[in-house]
């Protein structure tokens, strides 16, 4: 990403994609029937690490541990006001994930396997109409209260009951969760779901603490910390400025096979700050150690200071080989004036990416046309083969240029900022949309309504991008404009789909499933905080994604993504934006790191404060 839209995050605490992989077939459940019995589970495939295994590949099993690491708070907004992630109410801290365990925890060099954490074990029948979670008897919430069956059964009721809306979607396969006895929890599954991956949206849920909640509301937005069932508590909180996490001493799973060598750090800080320029100067000075830079002027032009001069500071471009995010500007098609696909069309020609790639981030950037951009799930040219053969059976209701033209991607452009074709097509498809110009040179419907597009972001950073694009709108006679407003108003906004248009940018998984209900069904559309950012409605979507949820392999599971990846972009429900590709960080040269970095994640969370260095660094007062 360069100058910043908001990176979204899905309501999701979900471990992996499943399917059950290794394990002992044939063992006969308490359950009811066969069931594998298994240390971890897998979407396609065999999973990498046996049971037994010692640790990930990718971490130092004797990393050394303590100190502290420090980022700068980023998220949908740049403050917070809340310490509960799972309610509608508030702007929750980054980091509250540190509080919370799941049954299962999933690993960075695989695309869906996930293994046991809080649950030992886990049992599947060959159906998977319901899956059996053995709990470790030696699990305890950050209280010392043990983890129970009964708490997993609490955790779903609650987040289906009080959760937020989002949450109705999530859960809605869920037919029942049942404590067997202490130890042991079912999850049955609605007969008629798809249930490749439902074993592992429960064993991805963060589990909550019934006896805490017995005497707290769990519904409240609150500053107060929780009792949590992971490895960090809250150490303290400056409302909107900073949160800091701690190490619980008495944390149960440290030895844990999937966390040994992880979270090598005694405490964690997120530090907010007012804008971008003043969380860089922070950075220069050591107020932080980690920063992940989205801004290419800022890559380009301004890592020139002393720190990184005297090789205090180092800075890395890490290969990202997830796919590189949805990121553009949604259109609202809950507004009227956005229903016709020529006016999106049109609105979306006058975005110069060409020009804005070359006058304000130095040409680092690639242009975005698929959600699913760098990875195999990314529609390309005409549908052919198995891909070709689902989207027939929709025929009658796609448009025909699905099958007779490549999978759509935005006009190359000229690099002067108002490319004249584009400006001319745009003109003309506005006039054949019915909004022509009138003698004031805004365009208007035959019932006398002004087109107009309202920009309003929270990011000052993006108003360098936004101001000439509304330039351009402007050009072909749509009355637009932006508004620079506060965090707070932009996540309400979001919430309760308040906008014309939006940029933001979702981090797209490397299998796709039910998440994708929250991105683009009917159901998530009406739902208030959901991640359906432009209000789509279309029963072929609806069923394309129930397609990709109902893959039985990794193949047919991007073909069907590549599918649904052509439709959704047929219906130019976005202007998308730009990506990259790698991580851009800066770090203080403090940390030790493994040798290998992780296939899929950027890897920082393997890393451990090396003490020498750090030393010296606050030696020579580089560091405060």
Not at 31 to 42: L, N
Not at 403 to 429: C, G, I, N
């Amino acid at each position: 990403m360069a100058a910043s839209p908001r990176v979204l995050a899905l309501v999701l605490a979900l471990a992996a994609p499943c399917a059950m992989a290794e394990g002992a077939p044939g063992t006969t459940a308490a359950g009811g029937g066969e069931a594998i019995v298994s240390h971890g589970i897998s979407a396609f495939g065999d999973l990498k690490y046996a049971a037994g295994f010692a640790h990930f590949d990718y971490v130092n099993p004797d990393a050394p541990q303590g100190g502290t690491m420090s980022f700068r708070g980023t998220g949908a907004s740049q403050t917070f006001d809340s310490l509960n992630p799972f309610i509608f109410k508030g702007e929750p801290a980054q980091g509250l994930a540190l509080l919370y365990d799941s049954l299962l925890a999933g690993s960075a060099d695989e695309p869906d396997s996930a293994y046991g954490l809080i649950a030992e074990s886990l049992e599947v029948p060959p159906d998977r109409s319901w899956a059996i979670f053995n709990l470790r008897p030696e699990a305890r919430f950050s209280d010392g209260h043990p983890i129970t069956a009964e708490d997993v059964v609490f955790t779903w009721q609650v987040l289906l009951e009080k959760g937020a809306p989002s949450y109705q979607i999530i859960l809605q396969d869920i037919e029942g969760v049942e404590a067997l006895d202490d130890h042991r929890v079912r999850f049955t599954f609605k007969p008629d779901s798809p249930k490749r991956d439902l074993p592992s949206l429960a064993g991805g849920l963060s589990i909550l603490p019934k006896h805490y909640y017995d005497s707290v509301e769990f519904s409240d937005s609150t500053l107060t910390p929780p009792v949590g069932s992971g490895r960090f508590t809250v150490a303290s909180v400056d409302p909107g400025k900073s949160i800091r996490y701690c190490k619980n001493p008495d944390y149960w799973a440290e030895k844990l096979p999937v966390n040994i060598g992880s979270y090598n750090f005694d405490c964690i800080v997120y530090q907010y700050f007012a804008d971008n320029n003043a969380a860089f100067e922070a950075l220069k000075v050591g107020d932080y150690l980690f920063h992940q830079e989205f801004f290419a002027v800022l890559w380009a032009t301004a890592y020139d200071f002393p720190a990184l001069q005297k090789g205090w500071v180092r800075r890395a471009e890490i290969p990202d080989n997830t796919p590189s995010g949805a990121q553009g500007f949604w259109f609202n098609l809950r507004r009227p004036t956005f229903q016709d696909p020529r006016v999106r069309e049109a609105i979306g020609l006058m975005f110069n990416f060409e020009w804005t790639n070359a006058t304000l981030f130095h040409d680092l950037y690639r242009r975005t046309d698929s959600f699913f951009e760098n990875s195999p799930m990314q529609a390309e040219g005409l549908p052919e083969g198995e891909e070709l053969a689902l989207l027939e059976a929709f025929r009658d209701r796609l448009p025909p240029e699905i099958f007779s033209e490549p999978a759509w991607s935005p006009a190359v452009q000229s690099k002067t900022q108002t490319d004249r074709a584009a400006l001319r097509r745009a003109s003309t498809l506005l006039d054949e949309a019915g909004w022509t110009v009138g003698p004031d040179g805004i365009r208007r419907n035959a019932e006398g309504q002004k087109l107009t597009l309202r920009f309003a972001d929270d990011s000052p950073a993006m108003e360098r991008v936004i101001n000439p694009y509304v330039q351009n709108l402007r050009r072909i006679g749509i009355d637009a404009s932006y508004t620079a407003i506060d965090p707070a108003q932009m996540q309400e906004r979001q919430k309760n789909f308040d906008y014309d248009i939006l940029p933001a940018r979702f981090a797209m998984p490397l299998s796709p499933s039910m998440e994708l209900r929250q991105l683009f069904s009917s159901a998530a559309a009406d739902t208030p905080g959901s991640a359906n950012l432009a209000g789509v409605k279309d029963p072929v979507v609806d069923a394309l994604i129930e397609k990709v949820i109902q893959s039985e392999t990794r193949e047919q599971m991007q073909v069907r993504v590549r599918a649904l990846d052509r439709v959704l972009r047929s219906k130019r429900i976005w202007v998308p934006n730009w990506y990259s590709g790698k991580f851009l960080v800066a770090y203080w040269d403090v940390f030790g790191r493994p040798g290998l970095q992780p296939e899929f994640a950027r890897g920082d969370t393997t890393w451990w404060i090396d003490q020498d260095r750090y030393d010296a660094l606050k030696a020579q007062g580089a560091l405060r």
